[in-house]
């Protein structure tokens, strides 16, 4: 059942900037849905307009089937956390996370009770004395969380939550918050410009552009059936070649596959990992250069009109700069007129 319901929702700024464009989204009960976008593609602002810090032009939003379009932020069942966490530093912990119970007019005790609990979900039991300014960025964070899960939202709506951190302590916090969020069963919405981010904590991926969606899915669809070579050069690493498809065959720069499409100009799309390399001498394709992780291997090559794509390899020792390759994709996809039109 859904619980958040976006409806046509549109916001026009003043000097006719349209950050969203008819926006429409079910969430349903217990669902993690990432607003995944590039800079400036209205993420925020529509989060902002659900925890009711800004209003829309057009539209509605619903909560449980109540109208909560105008309503002001505190009258609604939401939690907001923001990217700069803005703790009151003048606050210990306890005193930061008290702060809205008191204001509902709960007993000294109950407060106490809801505040220990939370601090011990979000994994700092007996930091309530501490100075905020005492704690790590990562902790900050973690109560910046609490303060939010304390007032019991139904909608927990969370702004880029990780952007100040490191990668390392940014990809502890998304799983921490990702068993919170599972645990409690609580209806969120994430916004998100890191695609590892979306793919790994969403239950379903927005993938938005210029205040639009451009898809709505699962991460492993959105992954794996991209619909539109936006997306598909989104979400993950994407060759994308612009070529033309004549007689059913596509080309570029040497490059050809065969395509049972119309004739006509097309994208076609394909991913590292299922772009196989075969040494040639009159291969197709160049070696630039060769990167060894490890675990596998990266092979940047150029087609002749210096078309840059990257194979992952398991033998990256196979491979060195300046070699001609021949390139056989196991499974491709091809796009015209922004939607996908073919795949293998
Ligand atoms: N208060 C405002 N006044 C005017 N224009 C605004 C305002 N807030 C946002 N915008 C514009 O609306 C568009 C969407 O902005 P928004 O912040 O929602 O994008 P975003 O996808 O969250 O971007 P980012 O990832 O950079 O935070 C942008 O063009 C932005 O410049």
Redesign the pocket.
């Known amino acids: 059942m859904s619980v958040l319901k976006i409806t046509d929702v549109s916001?026009n700024?003043?000097?006719n900037?349209?950050?969203?464009d008819k926006f429409s989204l079910d969430v349903a009960d217990g669902e993690l849905v990432c607003?995944l976008?590039?800079?400036?593609?209205?993420?925020?602002?529509?989060?902002?307009m659900v925890g009711g810090f800004?209003r829309p032009t057009a539209g509605q939003i619903t909560i449980d089937g109540d109208d909560i379009t105008h309503l002001p932020p505190e009258r609604r069942p939401t939690g907001m956390v923001f990217?700069s966490h803005a703790l009151w530093t003048h606050m210990n912990v306890f005193k930061n996370l008290a702060f809205g119970l008191k204001l509902r007019g709960l007993p000294k005790d109950e407060i106490k009770q809801k505040v220990d609990a939370v601090l011990e979900l979000v994994g700092l039991s007996g930091y309530g004395t501490r100075g905020v300014n005492q704690l790590s960025g990562g902790q900050q964070q973690r109560v910046a969380l609490a303060r939010s899960l304390v007032l019991e939202p139904k909608i927990l709506l969370l702004?880029?939550p990780f952007a100040s951190l490191d990668q390392h302590l940014r990809e502890r916090l998304r799983e921490e918050v990702r068993d919170i969020q599972q645990r409690l069963k609580i209806t969120t919405l994430f916004?998100t410009?890191g695609q590892d981010e979306a793919l790994a904590m969403a239950d379903r991926i927005v993938v938005?552009r210029d205040?639009r969606t451009e898809q709505i899915d699962r991460p492993d669809v959105v992954y794996r059936e991209p619909q539109t070579p936006f997306v598909a050069g989104f979400i993950g690493t994407m060759n994308l070649i612009e070529g033309q498809v004549a007689n059913g065959r596509f080309t570029h720069a040497g490059f050809g596959l065969d395509i049972p499409i119309p004739d006509g100009p097309a994208t076609v799309a394909i991913r590292p990992e299922v772009l196989d390399l075969t040494a040639s001498d009159d291969g197709v394709a160049v070696v630039h250069r060769v990167t060894d992780y490890g675990t596998h291997g990266l092979v940047d090559l150029d087609l002749s009109d210096g078309t840059r794509l990257k194979s992952m390899v398991a033998h990256p020792d196979l491979f060195s700069a300046g070699q001609k390759v021949d390139l056989q994709p196991k499974a491709i996809a091809a796009y015209r007129n922004n939607a996908r039109v073919y795949r293998s």
């Open positions: 916001k700024f003043a000097g900037t349209v950050a969203v607003l976008g590039p800079s400036g593609s209205g993420k925020s602002t529509l989060l902002r800004e990217q702004d880029e916004v410009h938005m205040g």
